[in-house]
């Protein structure tokens, strides 16, 4: 059964640092692209991140040059470090998994989800 587990949320201020991490089971973890998304209230589910099983990295554009996402394949898990938050980021981060090497932007393309962790950033 294959379980991704995110922590690490909370209420930041603007301008402050959050460390998100998302620990997997019951998958081969290194076989798998790993992903981030997140969706605030009324709004669609949103690309952040992903890191390909080649170690490649993509980024929306809205978090580049602010988010890092990090995968340790030792631990099964993946890591968004984000900084200079603002109150923009305030949404539910979702960690994803897929074997998908392509259109990774795309929520459809993965094929097991999180359950999220609440971002909330004050202004």
């Known amino acids: 059964q294959v379980q991704l587990v995110e922590s690490g949320g909370g209420l930041v201020q603007a301008g402050g640092s959050l460390r998100l991490s998302c620990a997997a089971s019951g998958l081969p973890f290194s076989s798998y692209t790993m992903g981030w998304f997140r969706q605030a209230p009324g709004k669609e589910r949103e690309f952040v991140a992903c890191?390909?099983?080649?170690?490649?990295?993509l980024y929306g554009d809205s978090v580049k040059g602010r988010f890092t996402i990090s995968g340790d394949n030792a631990k099964n898990t993946v890591y968004l470090q984000m900084n200079s938050l603002k109150p923009e980021d305030t949404a539910a981060y979702f960690c994803?998994?897929?074997?998908?090497?392509?259109?990774?932007?795309?929520?459809?393309?993965?094929?097991?989800w999180g359950q999220g962790t609440q971002v909330t950033v004050s202004s």
């Open positions: 994803a998994a897929t074997r998908a090497t392509f259109l990774l932007q795309r929520p459809t393309r993965y094929e097991y």
């Open positions: 890191i390909r099983q080649s170690g490649g990295i």
